[in-house]
């Protein structure tokens, strides 16, 4: 049973009380890079280490990263908003990364200039409604080459840290 419109519009207005960080996921499938911002993002262990990322269901990149088996997470600076809106579109892959200088670590394409990266082996992927939980195993982390605050998701738009 699904739930109403009504219900998922209520369910999205409180939980845009709740701050997020913001992170592009990235892969590499046979025609190149692929990639998409996720908020639903966060760490699950620290014995194994361990992170949990939502896919849409729909997302390309969630198949590329089912066949690797393996993902990029690249975290975002407070001013990397249009970076994240370009990674949210569904602009075909290669345009995504035109311009975005990106690097290829441990097998996974890297984004020059965010706070923090990491790769992961894909553990599990588990199905979640409409989205699909995916657990990574990291395997390499690093803060990014970049300082500042983070880029948050709050009540529907991009935020930094005041």
């Given at each position: 049973m699904s739930a109403s419109d009504g219900a998922q519009q209520?369910?999205?207005?409180?939980?845009?009380?709740?701050?997020?960080?913001?992170?592009?996921v990235t892969g590499v499938g046979e025609r190149g890079p692929v990639g998409m911002t996720a908020n639903a993002v966060c760490s699950l262990s620290l014995d194994p280490l361990?992170?949990?990322?939502?896919?849409?269901?729909?997302?390309?990149?969630?198949?590329i990263v089912?066949?690797?088996?393996?993902?990029?997470?690249?975290?975002?600076r407070a001013d990397q908003g249009t970076l994240s809106r370009v990674f949210a579109s569904k602009l075909p892959e290669h345009e995504k990364f035109a311009g975005v200088p990106h690097h290829i670590e441990d097998g996974v394409p890297i984004i020059e200039g965010t706070l923090a990266?990491?790769?992961?082996?894909?553990?599990?992927?588990?199905?979640?409604?409409?989205?699909?939980?995916?657990?990574?195993?990291?395997?390499a982390m690093m803060p990014g080459d970049?300082?500042?605050?983070?880029?948050v998701w709050y009540r529907g738009d991009y935020r930094g840290i005041v």
């Amino acid at each position: 049973m699904s739930a109403s419109d009504g219900a998922q519009q209520h369910f999205r207005s409180l939980f845009g009380h709740f701050p997020t960080g913001v992170a592009v996921v990235t892969g590499v499938g046979e025609r190149g890079p692929v990639g998409m911002t996720a908020n639903a993002v966060c760490s699950l262990s620290l014995d194994p280490l361990l992170v949990l990322v939502c896919f849409d269901n729909d997302a390309r990149t969630l198949p590329i990263v089912r066949d690797v088996g393996r993902f990029g997470l690249n975290m975002l600076r407070a001013d990397q908003g249009t970076l994240s809106r370009v990674f949210a579109s569904k602009l075909p892959e290669h345009e995504k990364f035109a311009g975005v200088p990106h690097h290829i670590e441990d097998g996974v394409p890297i984004i020059e200039g965010t706070l923090a990266w990491m790769t992961c082996d894909l553990e599990e992927l588990h199905p979640g409604g409409d989205h699909t939980i995916g657990v990574g195993a990291v395997r390499a982390m690093m803060p990014g080459d970049a300082h500042g605050d983070p880029l948050v998701w709050y009540r529907g738009d991009y935020r930094g840290i005041v």
